[in-house]
Structures are given as structure tokens and as C-alpha cells.
């Protein structure tokens, strides 16, 4: 072989030139763009089939209760304002929850079974138990002497029995403790809550803008804030 003669090889490039590393950021970015709404949606999705599967749980804790006490439902509350029983602790030994066994961390309650607790309300910010679903109270009964019993309430599949309520997915807005308990309508402003906050305004956050609801024959469906409050007259025992 002559010495002279030396072979010609071709020169490999060892990277990605700057317009083609950019174009590469720039797929990448638009492909999260397009990507992140639509897992984020998903996300939401599961958590509403978490939530309904959670009413869907109470519902069979309410009619064992109404087995247990004549066929009566349960009140917002029972007792006097020195002790009450909210209707969320009257379902307890019927539902297997251990929403008594919370734990206190960093000032706020972290609940451990969370069938009383809407999963999209990520933090409600206070030191209160987190609870998720109000009591239809209109229908359903507040105190004590307005108990109705489940064989008298005349339209099962449209009356309300429990429901999200008020409070946002954040925990930026919500009632009181004592008014958590309640069920609202989309465009009443919960008591104990700032003037011109609605119930619509916490939801928005929650399940696009309208409420997963538990009715008293025990289905669970998601409701929009428009279709709850045009049909506002079937929350009450008897329309």
C-alpha cells in the first residue's frame, strides 16, 4: 500500500445542531400543551367516579340506618347545641368509616377513610374534619322533630338526600363548619359564608361546575349548577 495514500473516512457529527434542538423543545412543548389539559381532565374524571362511589357507599349506610331506627332518616343533626350529632356521625357504625380516626398534622385534620370527603377538596385549610357532602335538610329535616320517615317521602328517584357541598377544591372558599353539614342549591349563598359567594362558585372547581348528588332511592348522578337549580322545587319531600 502506498504510504502516501492515507484513506478518506467520513467525519461523524456528535450532536444535534441548535435549530435542531430547538425544534425538538419546541414538539416537546407543544405536546405537553396539548397533553397536560387532558390528563388533568382524566384526573378530575377519576375523582368524580371516586366521589359518586362514595355517595353510592352512603346511600346503603342511610337505609341500614333506616332499618336500625323504624324507618326514619336522619337529621342534619340531633341533639341540642351543647351536643349534636350531625348526620355524617349518625352513619358512622353503619358505614364503616373511620372518619373519627383522623389525624391532627400541621394544624389541619388529614382524614384517613374518606367516604364522607369529596377526593377533589384537597385542602379545606382549617382545623376541622374535612367534609365533603352536605345534608338535604329542606326535605330530609334539621333537627329532631322534623324526622320523616323513607316510606313517606313520595318521589324517591328526584328528592335530594346528600350532596357536594360548599366548599372549593382549594378550600378558598367555603361556609363555616356548622353549615359544611348542609346541602345548598347552586345559587343560594351559604350561611356563614362571605355576601355574594354561591354554592355555584365552590363546585366550579369541583366537577365542572355542578354537583355530584345522592337521591333517595339511592342513585347517584352528576348534576350541572343549571339543571340543579331549574329543578330546584324536587329537593322537597312531596313535588
Same mark, same amino acid.
Given at each position: 500500500m502506498n504510504a502516501g495514500f492515507s484513506d478518506r473516512r467520513c467525519i461523524q457529527r456528535g450532536g444535534f445542531t441548535l435549530i435542531e434542538l430547538l425544534v425538538v423543545i419546541s414538539i416537546i412543548a407543544l405536546l405537553m400543551a396539548i397533553l397536560l389539559p387532558a390528563l388533568r381532565k382524566a384526573r378530575i374524571a377519576a375523582k368524580s367516579v371516586v366521589c359518586m362511589t362514595h355517595l353510592q357507599q352512603i346511600g346503603i349506610s342511610v337505609y341500614a340506618y333506616t332499618q336500625d331506627n323504624a324507618e326514619y332518616m336522619p337529621v342534619l343533626h340531633s341533639g341540642n347545641d351543647w351536643f349534636r350529632v350531625y348526620w355524617w356521625q349518625a352513619l358512622r357504625p353503619y358505614s364503616n368509616s373511620a372518619l373519627a380516626a383522623t389525624e391532627y398534622e400541621n394544624n389541619k385534620y388529614k382524614v384517613l377513610e374518606p367516604i364522607?370527603?369529596?377526593?377533589?377538596?384537597? &385542602?379545606? *385549610?382549617?382545623?376541622?374534619?374535612?367534609?365533603?357532602?352536605?345534608? =338535604?335538610?329542606? %326535605?330530609?329535616?334539621?333537627? &329532631?322533630? *322534623?324526622?320523616?320517615?323513607?316510606?313517606?317521602?313520595?318521589?324517591? =328517584?328526584?328528592? %335530594?338526600m346528600v350532596g357536594d357541598n360548599s366548599i372549593s377544591a382549594d378550600g378558598s372558599y367555603q361556609p363555616d363548619w356548622y353549615h359544611r353539614n348542609f346541602l345548598y342549591y347552586p345559587a343560594q349563598n351559604p350561611y356563614g359564608s362571605p355576601v355574594g359567594y354561591l354554592d355555584r362558585d365552590a363546585n366550579e372547581s369541583r366537577h365542572s361546575g355542578g354537583k355530584i348528588m345522592l337521591w333517595v332511592d339511592s342513585h347517584a348522578s352528576q348534576e350541572t349548577s343549571d339543571r340543579l337549580d331549574a329543578n330546584f322545587d324536587k329537593w322537597y319531600n312531596g313535588n
Open positions: 364522607f370527603h369529596c377526593p377533589l377538596i384537597s &385542602d379545606v *385549610g382549617t382545623n376541622d374534619p374535612l367534609i365533603g357532602y352536605g345534608w =338535604n335538610y329542606r %326535605a330530609l329535616g334539621e333537627v &329532631d322533630s *322534623g324526622r320523616v320517615r323513607h316510606r313517606d317521602i313520595l318521589n324517591l =328517584n328526584t328528592t %335530594a
